[in-house]
C-alpha cells in the first residue's frame, strides 16, 4: 500500500513540471479556432451565437461578392439568422486549410479559406449548391477573438 502512494505521488510529481511547461497554442491556431466556432454556429443554425462572435461596433460589416448585405452585431442577427430561419439545414464545410496572417502586433488577423455550401434538397437530400471563398478579418477583444468584417465570394448557379 505504501509503494503505491508512492508511486502515485512520484508519477504527480513528474507530470507536473511536463504540464507546466506546455506552451500555449500559436495565435494562428486560436484564430483557426475561432473559424471553426463560426462555422459551427452557422451549421447549428445559430443566428445568435454567430451574432455573439462579431464586434459590437457599427462598422462591423459582413459583403458577398462585393456587395454590403448588412452592418453592425445585430443587422448580423437579423439578416443571417433571418436566412437561416428560412432555410433549415445550411451547411458550409472547409476545404483545405484555414490560411492566417496575423498583424504584427499578434492582436488582429485575416483569415480565409474556401468552402463549400450545402442545403437539404425538396427530397431531404443534402445538395451542394456552390463553392466560395471567405474572408474574415478578426481582432482580440473582450471575448477573444472577435469579427470586424466577413467577406464571401461565390459563383452561385
Known sequence: MRSSVFGFFALLLLAVPAYANV????PEETVREAVLAYLENFNAGSAD??????ADHPYVHVLENGRLV???RMGVREVIG?????????????VGDINVLM???GDAAVADYTFTFHVRGDDGNEVQLFQGVTSLTVFQG???WEI???HTS????
Not at 506552451?23 to 500559436?26: Q, V, Y
Not at 451565437?49 to 462579431?54: I, S, V, W
Not at 433571418?82 to 472547409?94: H, I, N, Q, W, Y
Open 142 to 144: 473582450l471575448q477573444g
Open 49 to 54: 451565437g454567430l451574432a455573439a462572435m462579431f
Open 70 to 72: 448588412t452592418a453592425g
Open 82 to 94: 433571418g436566412t437561416l430561419e428560412t432555410t433549415p439545414g445550411m451547411r458550409m464545410e472547409v
Open 148 to 150: 470586424a468584417a466577413i
Open 103 to 105: 498583424a504584427p502586433s
Open 23 to 26: 506552451p500555449p497554442p500559436e
Open 154 to 157: 461565390a459563383l452561385t448557379p
